[in-house]
Nanobody, 127 residues
Framework: QLQLMESGGGLAQPGGSLRLSCAAS????????IGWFRQAPGKEREGVSC????????KYADSVKGRFTVSRDNAKNTVYLQMNSLKPEDTAVYYC????????????????????WGQGTQVTVSS
C-alpha cells in the first residue's frame, strides 16, 4: 500500500529550526515530484515548496523563501524540509505529497497537482 509519512514536527522557538522528513512506503519516491504544504488553523492549505524527481529543481512560496530548504535522498526514499528562522506564522500542520506526473519547475504548488498525501505533522513556533 502506497503511504507517505511525515516526521520531525514539534515545538520550536521563534528563530529556531526544525527538519521535517517525508518517508515513503509502497512506492519509490524518486519517480515523483514531492511537495510540502501546510495548513494553519482556520486557513486554507497552502503550498510551501516542491522538489523535482532528481532534486535539481526546487521551488518555494515567497513566505518561506530564504528560510526553508527542500532536499531529497532517493537512496533513503526520503525528502526533507529544513526550516530555519522560524516565525510564529509558520505554525501549521505540514504535509508532504507526491505527484506522479508534472514537474516541480512548472508547479503552482496547488493541491490538485498531487496524487498522494501524508497524514501531516504539527509544527508550533512559540516562545
Amino acid at each position: 500500500q502506497l503511504q507517505l509519512m511525515e516526521s520531525g514536527g514539534g515545538l520550536a522557538q521563534p528563530g529556531g529550526s526544525l527538519r521535517l522528513s517525508c518517508a515513503a512506503s509502497g512506492f519509490t519516491l524518486r519517480n515523483s515530484v514531492i511537495g510540502w504544504f501546510r495548513q494553519a488553523p482556520g486557513k486554507e492549505r497552502e503550498g510551501v515548496s516542491c522538489i523535482s524527481r532528481g532534486g535539481s529543481s526546487t521551488k518555494y512560496a515567497d513566505s518561506v523563501k530564504g528560510r526553508f530548504t527542500v532536499s531529497r535522498d532517493n537512496a533513503k526514499n526520503t525528502v526533507y524540509l529544513q526550516m530555519n528562522s522560524l516565525k510564529p506564522e509558520d505554525t501549521a500542520v505540514y504535509y508532504c505529497a507526491a505527484a506522479l506526473s508534472g514537474t516541480c519547475y512548472y508547479s503552482s504548488l496547488r493541491d490538485h497537482e498531487y496524487d498522494y498525501w501524508g497524514q501531516g505533522t504539527q509544527v508550533t513556533v512559540s516562545s
